[in-house]
């Protein structure tokens, strides 16, 4: 019997982009995307305990709105 080879876990990894190129372990968070979409306010506050995923749901935010983060550094710049 092959024993099936297992997923890493993203252990201190906080980019989205690394997570799905190298296949980690990940719980798909995406439905925060569509929930934030159609209950958008002008503000969003996410609190979350330490080492909790923050980080992480901004890259994820980050590869799923790209043009967001240049429209960032064209505010910055100007």
Not at 5 to 17: A, C, G, S, V
Not at 38 to 48: D, G, K, L, P, S
């Amino acid at each position: 019997m092959q024993m099936t080879e297992l997923r890493k876990l993203p252990i201190e990894i906080e980019d989205f982009e690394e997570i799905r190129q190298e296949d980690f372990y990940y719980v798909d968070k995406t439905r925060l995307i569509e929930q934030l979409l159609i209950q958008w306010a002008e503000v969003n506050v996410f609190t979350r305990p330490r080492r909790f995923g923050k980080s992480l749901n901004m890259s994820m935010f980050q590869q799923f709105f790209p043009g967001v983060q240049n429209l960032m550094r064209q505010i910055r710049n100007y």
